[in-house]
T-cell receptor, first 114, second 111 residues
Framework: GENVEQHPSTLSVQEGDSAVIKCTYS??????FPWYKQELGKRPQLIID?????GEKKDQRIAVTLNKTAKHFSLHITETQPEDSAVYFC?????????????FGQGTELSVKP | EAGVTQFPSHSVIEKGQTVTLRCDPI?????LYWYRRVMGKEIKFLLH????????ESGMPNNRFLAERTGGTYSTLKVQPAELEDSGVYFC?????????FGSGTRLTVV
């Protein structure tokens, strides 16, 4: 069935370093790939997304890359700050993000040490 | 614009009891989704409404779970009777033409 694998499950970095989280997906029909950040006790919040007609997208310190051939997509956070500490989820879905379910990865707990 | 609202935020019930969770989506959003996260695992899809119709309920674990969206506005998810493995955080999300907006979730604990 459809699934999304996310690695690593935990990631600890020093403030200022970069963090990379990787996901692979199984459904070749997927064309929408959002990333969510969930702080403790709060709702998952969309931080960046990419659609399959784009290979890379950047928003300040956050970037996402997509390799549709390999069914891989990755989240890159540069110059990490303690407030980046949270659980990050990748997801894959169809309909270009305009409807339909998302399949989530298992989550990565990122810890940024001052 | 008001966000997605879920009620209650926490619920502790005994095995065998019934619990009803409520989700108020963003006004005007036709798509409403229910998801669940069991401790330490991925956020798993339960079902998807388009307006009042169930578009996809492939993620519903069994017939103890019943979701409704009367009138295409708010939705309820009822668990009856609750089992220990139903414990987790239940998220609702809504969307229209853009990405999802999630609610804060209901933390359900079955003891």
């Amino acid at each position: 069935g459809e699934n999304v694998e996310q690695h690593p499950s935990t990631l600890s970095v020093q403030e200022g370093d970069s963090a990379v989280i990787k996901c692979t997906y199984s459904d070749s029909a997927s064309n929408y790939f959002p990333w969510y950040k969930q702080e403790l006790g709060k709702r998952p919040q969309l931080i960046i997304d990419i659609r399959s007609n784009v290979g890379e997208k950047k928003d300040q310190r956050i970037a996402v890359t997509l390799n549709k051939t390999a069914k891989h997509f990755s989240l890159h956070i540069t110059e990490t700050q303690p407030e980046d500490s949270a659980v990050y989820f990748c997801a894959a879905g169809g309909s270009g993000g305009r409807g339909g379910k998302l399949i989530f990865g298992q989550g990565t707990e990122l810890s940024v040490k001052p | 614009e008001a966000g997605v609202t879920q009620f209650p935020s926490h619920s502790v019930i005994e095995k065998g009891q019934t619990v009803t969770l409520r989700c108020d989506p963003i006004s005007g959003h036709d798509n409403l989704y229910w998801y669940r996260r069991v401790m330490g695992k991925e956020i798993k899809f339960l079902l998807h409404f388009v307006k009042e119709s169930k578009q996809d309920e492939s993620g519903m674990p069994n017939n103890r779970f019943l979701a409704e969206r009367t009138g295409g506005t708010y939705s309820t998810l009822k668990v009856q009777p609750a089992e220990l493995e139903d414990s987790g955080v239940y998220f609702c999300a809504s969307s229209q033409d853009g990405g999802y907006t999630f609610g804060s979730g209901t933390r359900l604990t079955v003891v």
